[in-house]
């Protein structure tokens, strides 16, 4: 079992259908639509934790290549999930790119890297230089800047569409840390 899985899935909790959410029926973190991609059929409200687990570890782990990220930092690795489950992994992936990209010392320290949202082993590589480089001072700092790119996505999102209003405080409280 996978640590980062176990804790996610904690925070997300169980069943919930909001009329405000856009993501609809949702049950451990899993929305429907993202279900019956998986090919669940079933009510939202009986989708086991085994069955959001396999998902959460395919969609949110394995396929955006955070597993990969927890081989260098699992605090990184814990963030860019999270934040993946909450609002898909494109979005945490270009985020990590961007801000390898302005933190690597004016490409003194490591080379630039494209914000094409797919972690390969260029973004592998800035990471592990990046870490090598900054340490673990650094890699909070990382885990706090990628937290600032999830706060201003929820207030951009939240501008756009007052119903997020419903969510933002718990977005922040509970997501941005």
Same mark, same amino acid.
């Given at each position: 079992?996978?640590?980062?899985?176990?804790?996610?899935?904690?925070?997300?909790?169980?069943? $919930?259908?909001?009329?405000?959410? +856009?993501?609809?029926? $949702?049950?451990?973190?899993? /929305?429907?639509?993202?279900?019956?991609?998986?090919?669940?059929? =079933?009510?939202?409200?009986?989708? $086991?934790?085994?069955?959001?687990?396999?998902?959460?570890?395919?969609? @949110?782990?394995?396929?955006?290549?955070?597993?990969?990220?927890?081989? %260098?930092?699992?605090?990184?690795?814990?963030?860019?999930?999270?934040?993946?489950?909450?609002?898909?992994?494109? @979005?945490?992936?270009?985020?990590?790119? *961007?801000?390898?990209?302005?933190?690597?010392?004016?490409? *003194?320290? !490591? +080379?630039?890297? +494209? /914000?094409?949202?797919?972690?390969?082993?260029?973004?592998? &590589?800035?990471?592990?230089?990046?870490? &090598?480089? *900054? =340490?673990?001072?650094?890699?909070?700092? %990382?885990?706090?800047?990628?937290?600032?790119?999830?706060?201003? !996505? !929820?207030?951009?999102? $939240?501008?756009?569409?007052?119903?997020?209003?419903?969510?933002? !405080?718990?977005?922040?409280?509970?997501?941005?840390?």
């Amino acid at each position: 079992m996978n640590p980062i899985i176990d804790g996610i899935i904690v925070m997300e909790g169980g069943y $919930t259908q909001n009329s405000k959410d +856009s993501g609809g029926k $949702t049950n451990w973190g899993i /929305t429907e639509a993202v279900a019956r991609a998986h090919g669940y059929s =079933g009510d939202m409200r009986d989708l $086991t934790h085994s069955e959001a687990y396999a998902i959460l570890e395919e969609d @949110y782990w394995i396929k955006p290549g955070f597993e990969q990220v927890a081989t %260098l930092s699992n605090p990184i690795a814990f963030e860019l999930c999270d934040a993946a489950v909450n609002i898909g992994a494109h @979005y945490p992936c270009v985020w990590l790119q *961007r801000w390898l990209n302005v933190l690597n010392g004016e490409a *003194r320290k !490591y +080379s630039d890297i +494209s /914000t094409d949202g797919h972690i390969g082993p260029k973004t592998l &590589a800035a990471l592990d230089a990046y870490l &090598a480089w *900054r =340490g673990k001072e650094g890699e909070a700092i %990382l885990v706090k800047a990628l937290n600032c790119s999830q706060g201003v !996505y !929820y207030l951009d999102i $939240t501008e756009k569409n007052k119903n997020n209003e419903e969510f933002i !405080y718990g977005w922040i409280k509970n997501r941005v840390a």
